[in-house]
């Protein structure tokens, strides 16, 4: 063979070598599928709530009605009280599945004390609305104050709407 044959002998099969797949490069080129999964982005919106005061009837103190449009795919709701001067809260009912709840006396002097005290300075109480899923949670509602209804009424439990 001549050199000139030689070469391009080891040209062609350099070539021929680049070209056709041997075992590891068809390894390279092998594809697998990979489970699949959904992948859930969502959101609740808040609640948008509103109070009425209820008046006293028979002697019975007078109260706050917090009422809400369901929240599509929430399964119950989470009922907060805030005390406007200091911030601090505490949760009132969870797991409600009705959108209205009655705040009454009784309910807000089973929350913490300074809670009350808010109610009783003349302060305010902000109740607010949270939807719930099994994984997500809403923000919290527009916020709703209620004060008491008046000394008298208040010494007895009653609560109305702040207007």
Known sequence: MTRRRAAVAVAAALALALTVPTAAAAAWR???????????????????????SKPAVLGLSSYAQISWSPITDATSYTVTATNSANGAAQVVATGVTATTIDITG????????SVVRALLDGGTVVITVTAVTQKWTSPPSNGQPVVLSSLVGGLLGGVKCQN
């Not at 599928?33 to 109070?51: E, K, R």
Request: glycine share 0%; charged share 0%.
């Open 30 to 52: 092998a594809t697998a599928s990979a489970p699949a999964f959904s992948l859930s982005t969502s959101a609740l919106a808040a609640p948008v709530t509103t109070c009425t």
């Open 106 to 113: 009784s309910v807000l002097t089973s929350l913490l004390a």
